[in-house]
């Protein structure tokens, strides 16, 4: 869809968040005259119509008749597809679109490598824009990650690297690389399954010329066979972690530990960035020392410092299971007590209570709305060293009991923060907040054209 195709239509905006104001300013710039109706929250209305005067503001949840009264709405990604009130609409004749369909739909020409995957996805897109910059090639660094593409609507760039989420990837179109770091669970409160998600998650597949997959996630591979333009990375053929260097095949290029981001999930998401490059025809041997320069993002395992001998790490991003068992891991041996728990969507911890099993940190703390559902697995399970928490400061109060001034404290939740918080940064900086260090703008870095 295009900006042409909503000319003189009955055109609602549903969502007035980022994408939604983005979306707005938009239409006024390419459609300048456009009557269109803006549905939000109660405490966005006032805002909402001093930023936009020309637009009828209702502050309202849209049922499947108001929805039905408009020829094309633009939804924002978060509201979920197969709502309802959306499939109603739809057969009554409604289209939906997004602003990153629009963005598509007219920049068909753009130079374009879109990234999706349960975790690394922020990261990777990232460590694309950061080396491929280090290149001198004149890259946007946008979607998911923190900017609306159409925020960058009037913006010249040589790439455009471009983050998608699950929610998102139905929308890409003409993408030249398609990058799909890793798939687990996640989202079922949106998708409505796994099986949807999976299938949601790899429609960029089908929207993209070449793809580059994790080798390491069979169903990745098995997902991506067919695809004329498949390429992948963490094999030992292409791009690859192993004994302690960033490879390509047989070449040690440069070791991990140069990688600014700490883990070795993090020198996996080099690779991906790498791989990334050279398939674009861009000189990723040449790029790969600008790794140690990369600025990691906030709350991915990020190192807030020591206090009263502790070692506190925010990785307030982790919202699935299997996100603390990496988090976990990246931390070593060393004593941990791992804070986990939050917004219950119903993913399945047991996979994590397995792994603990085998090796528990010194202590799980859970806290938040599924705090009590995790810990009763846990120690149906027999694992030692399980508290209970009702929220993130309680939760900080027992990590810092457990340990006794001696180890590290990981904020690795496993699950969303909206029982608590309005979205991952708030709950971030909150536990920087308790731990005694400032809470930091937790802004990426990199985000738009440069």
């Known amino acids: 869809m295009r900006w042409a195709d909503l000319q003189g239509k009955r055109v609602a905006v549903w969502g007035f968040g980022r994408e939604g104001r983005a979306a707005l300013s938009a239409l006024a710039r390419h459609l300048p005259g456009q009557r269109a109706t803006l549905f939000c929250s109660a405490d966005e209305m006032d805002p909402a119509g001093a930023a936009f005067p020309a637009v009828d503001v209702r502050s309202m949840a849209p049922d499947a008749d108001a929805l039905a009264a408009y020829d094309i709405v633009i939804k924002s990604p978060g509201i979920s597809a197969y709502k309802a009130e959306v499939l109603n609409a739809q057969v009554r004749g409604t289209r939906f679109t997004s602003g990153s369909a629009l963005w ?101 597949l089908s929207a993209s010329e070449m793809v580059l997959v994790n080798a390491m996630q069979p169903l990745l591979l098995e997902r991506a066979y067919d695809h004329p333009g498949l390429h992948t990375f963490g094999d030992a053929k292409g791009w690859h972690v192993a004994d302690g260097w960033i490879r390509c095949g047989d070449e040690r290029v440069i070791e991990a530990a140069t990688v600014a981001a700490p883990g070795l999930h993090n020198a996996v998401n080099a690779c991906a960035a790498l791989a990334a490059l050279d398939i674009m025809g861009l000189d990723a041997h040449a790029a790969a020392p600008a790794l140690a320069t990369f600025l990691p993002l906030p709350h991915r395992l990020q190192p807030l410092g020591e206090r009263d001998g502790l070692a506190w790490i925010n990785d307030s991003i982790s919202t699935t299971p299997l996100a603390s068992l990496a988090a976990l891991e990246s931390v070593g041996a060393q ?24 090796h528990a940190p010194e202590a799980i703390v859970c806290q938040g709305a599924n705090g009590p559902r995790i810990a009763d697995a846990l120690e149906d399970a027999g694992i030692a060293g399980v508290y209970r928490a009702t929220d993130l400061s309680a939760a900080v109060a027992a990590a810092r009991a457990a340990l006794a001034g001696q180890g590290c404290v990981l904020l690795s939740p496993g699950a969303p923060s909206f029982d608590q918080f309005h979205d991952y940064t708030e709950r971030g900086k909150r536990f920087a907040e308790i731990a005694g260090f400032e809470a930091s703008s937790a802004s990426i870095q990199g985000i738009g054209i440069a």
Do not use: C
């Open 104 to 204: 598509f739909g007219e920049h068909v020409d753009a130079r374009t490598i879109a990234v999706t995957g349960t975790k690394g996805k922020s990261t990777t897109s990232a460590l694309i824009a950061h080396l491929a910059r280090s290149l001198g090639v004149r890259t946007a660094l946008a979607g998911n990650i923190g900017m609306p593409m159409l925020e960058l609507d009037d913006g010249r760039a040589d790439l455009w690297v471009i983050e998608l989420s699950s929610f998102q990837t139905g929308e890409a179109m003409g993408v030249n690389l398609g990058v799909v770091t890793s798939l687990y669970e996640e989202h079922l409160d949106w998708h409505g399954s796994r099986e949807r998600y999976v299938d949601d998650k790899l429609k960029l």
């Open 335 to 358: 004593r941990t007590a791992l804070i986990v728990g939050g917004h219950d969507r119903g993913l399945d911890w047991t996979p994590f209570v397995e792994a603990m099993r085998v």
